[in-house]
């Protein structure tokens, strides 16, 4: 008998779902959820989790009821303060499309005795009291905060990021409040994504021996001969030249191809983008993002690989052409100038990975949205190191300048390239750097050793 109505308990009907869609996740990441829990015992709550308990409250508060079914909350799940069980059955519902009846005409209570009875009402409810659809495809990774931004912003980005300060009532908060815990859990994410993806760092630095990339000296035999033989002859001693340095420029960077691609992986909200989309930010992004990390090890002359090899201007000149290696030292310098943080290197380099503006993206409002998010937590960096805000104003212009610079050469290096899709049989490259820049290369190649130590990301794996 049913102790709230007197009348017989009615079964729930659950009809059967349409499609089983499971989430889907770019380069083979795998995301977790913990399975829903029963009534009893309560769950447990980790450190990572909002602390609804007194004793992370503090001062004796009483715990967070769940908004749905009234039983303690363990966190801020999907938009809002809710169980376990609750967020459990609400994430399931919307991952497998499940579609629910009630033959109440769906008016039951849902209380935690009875939360179980009618899974239409309580689905019903969750919706109710604001639990987002799209926070559940977006998906979190285990002990880690949730990676997901969609289209409402910063507001949306704070339902999928672990605050890190435990509070009993999360709705309570000052608006202000939680739009900095958001952006300072960016910020960690995003640092900790390029510290673990980037070999161009300070400490290397200070001990890494540079050593220049020496050309055999090019065979006189030919010296005093004339005519169109000489001119010929002329012609592919320049060709061999510039074939070689493109050698030792591609295997050097290549190894960068594999860190940026990682990076862009662990970027808040990338994965939830079309595949195709993260194709292209990595494609047309990669240049930039190596060459912004490259200046923590070069000098006024040289740009320096993580292996100690420093390619001159002069050399340069060769590989590409000498406005473009002026260009390239130029935006060197002005990097090296500006002396920045690991922060700053993460976000700098995230804002140049998430340019809304490249050709063929579809998802260019998503897109449009990571980047400014990303690019108002560069923001508040550079306000907070900066002290005065005229040294605010003059930094923020350098690195809006730089960025520029940074677009500029993007577009011109991918122009450039086209001379090695020519001479491609000439070449001898490395199978992904050949990919990453749409190069043409034979079947046969044999891989290098660099392509033996690094894995190949899967860059063209189907979903």
């Known amino acids: 008998m049913d102790v709230w109505s007197g009348r017989p308990p009615a079964p729930c009907v659950r009809a059967p779902p349409p499609l089983n869609i499971e989430p889907r996740h770019d380069f083979a990441l795998t995301f977790f959820e913990s399975k829903d829990e029963p009534p009893a015992p309560q769950p447990k709550q980790g450190p990572q989790q909002y602390a609804a308990d007194s004793a992370s409250a503090g001062g004796g508060k009483a715990a967070a009821p769940c908004k749905v079914c009234g039983d303690k909350a363990s966190g801020y799940h999907y938009g809002v303060t809710s169980c376990e069980g609750c967020k459990g059955f609400f994430r399931r519902s919307i991952q497998k499309q499940i579609e629910y009846r009630c033959l109440r005409d769906g008016k039951c209570l849902v209380i935690r005795l009875n939360r179980n009875r009618c899974q239409f009402c309580r689905f019903k409810k969750c919706l109710a009291v604001g639990m987002s659809r799209d926070s559940v495809r977006y998906g979190r990774v285990p002990k880690r905060p949730r990676e997901a931004v969609n289209s409402e912003g910063m507001q949306d980005l704070a339902r999928n990021l672990t605050v890190s300060t435990p509070v009993a009532g999360v709705d309570d908060l000052d608006p202000d409040a939680l739009r900095l815990g958001v952006v300072k859990e960016l910020i960690k994410l995003v640092t900790a994504a390029h510290r673990s993806n980037n070999t161009y760092t300070e ?42 340095l493109w050698y030792n420029v591609a295997l050097r960077m290549t190894p960068g191809v594999h860190q940026v691609v990682e990076f862009s992986k662990r970027l808040p909200g ?150 090695c899709r020519d001479h491609w049989p000439r070449l001898v490259l490395p199978a992904l750097f050949s990919e990453i820049f749409d190069i043409p290369k034979s079947e046969e190649q044999e891989p290098t050793e660099t392509e033996r130590a690094v894995p190949t990301p899967q860059v063209h794996t189907p979903l």
């Open 270 to 419: 990338f994965h939830t983008l079309p595949q195709d989309d993260q194709l292209i930010l990595i494609k047309l992004g990669f240049f930039e993002v190596w060459l912004t990390r490259a200046t923590r090890l070069s000098t006024n002359t040289s740009i320096v690989f993580d292996d100690g090899t420093a390619i001159t201007q002069a050399q340069l000149e060769v590989v590409y052409d000498a406005p473009f290696a002026t260009a390239m030292f130029n935006y060197v310098r002005s990097m090296m100038r500006l002396r920045m943080t690991e922060e700053e290197m993460a976000m700098y380099t995230g804002s140049l990975l998430l340019c809304p503006q490249r050709a063929g993206l579809s998802a260019t409002d998503r897109i449009d949205t990571l980047h400014r998010t990303i690019s108002e937590s560069f923001h508040h960096i550079i306000v907070s190191e900066a002290g005065e805000a005229s040294a605010a104003f003059a930094r923020t212009d350098a690195f809006s300048t730089g960025i520029q610079q940074a677009r500029a050469l993007g577009k011109r290096h991918n122009e450039l390239l086209a001379w």
């Open 203 to 244: 400490e290397l630095r200070r001990t890494l021996p540079h050593h220049p990339i020496v050309l055999q000296a090019e065979d006189s035999d030919n010296e005093g001969s004339g005519g169109e033989e000489a001119a010929s002859s002329t012609t592919d001693r320049v060709t061999d030249v510039r074939s070689v």
